[in-house]
């Protein structure tokens, strides 16, 4: 069954620094999304994305965050200067339509400790 | 906005006894409701998707029934099995994103 991949599974980053976490789409989907979920809490919507631009972000994507799909198959979310709170699990997803048809196919995540 | 709410927030219950976690939503003009199952410290791992036009949805032990008009979902899991312990996400279409509810820990004991 296709996967949506992530990478790294960890990553650990002083404050300040920036960081890139990785993912691979499942290659028909159109429609790529990030989440996170601070441990304990709910998942949260960061950003959407469509015909290589964003169609929704939440009020947590502020100006320290920025995606992009530099290829035919990557989708990377930045976070240019990370803070304590920027600790999370980080969750790629992706649909073929949107929400509204075929649900999501999560990755599996990227586990982001800023120390 | 679409609030998504699940009860219990925590079960546990012996192997081979048959659940029902819950999930609601305020808003019920959905196309869609998804349920997840995340293991701690791991991903979502879809389970089950039930149309806005499906009453019913079934995938092996497990059934999720939905009522848009009550704006109500269930997943119902026959005979519990040790592997079944996870937490539970319900997650409703919300415009161009997905909401989901805090979720049900569920343990199932041997």
């Known amino acids: 069954e296709p996967e949506v991949t992530q990478t790294p599974s960890h990553q650990v980053t002083q404050m300040g620094q920036e960081v890139i976490l990785r993912c691979v789409p499942i290659?028909?989907?159109?429609?790529f999304y990030w989440y996170r979920q601070i441990l304990g809490q709910k998942v949260e919507f960061l950003v959407s994305?469509?015909?290589?631009?964003?169609?929704?972000k939440s009020e947590i994507f502020d100006d320290q965050f920025s995606v992009e799909r530099p290829d035919g198959s990557n989708f990377t979310l930045k976070i240019r200067s990370t803070k304590l709170e920027d600790s999370a699990m980080y969750f790629c997803?992706?649909?073929?339509?949107?929400?509204?048809?075929?649900?999501?196919?999560f990755g599996s995540g990227t586990r982001l400790t800023v120390v | 906005k679409q609030e998504v709410t699940q009860i219990p927030a925590a079960l546990s219950v012996p192997e081979g006894e048959n659940l029902v976690l819950n999930c609601s939503f305020t808003?019920?003009?959905?196309?869609?409701l998804q349920w997840f199952r995340q293991d701690p410290g791991k991903g979502l791992t879809s389970l089950l998707l039930?149309?806005?036009?499906?009453r019913e949805q079934t995938s092996g032990r497990l059934n999720a029934s939905l009522d848009k008009s009550s704006g109500r979902s269930t997943l119902y899991i026959a005979a519990s099995q040790p592997g079944d312990s996870a937490t539970y996400l319900c997650?409703?279409?919300?415009?161009?994103?997905?909401?989901f509810g805090a979720g049900t820990r569920l343990t199932v004991k041997p």
């Open positions: 997803a992706s649909s073929v339509t949107g929400p509204t048809d075929y649900g999501y196919t």
């Open positions: 290659s028909n989907h159109l429609y």
């Open positions: 994305f469509y015909n290589n631009e964003i169609s929704e």
């Open positions: 808003d019920s003009a959905i196309y869609n």
């Open positions: 039930i149309q806005s036009s499906q």
């Open positions: 997650a409703v279409p919300d415009y161009n994103d997905m909401r």
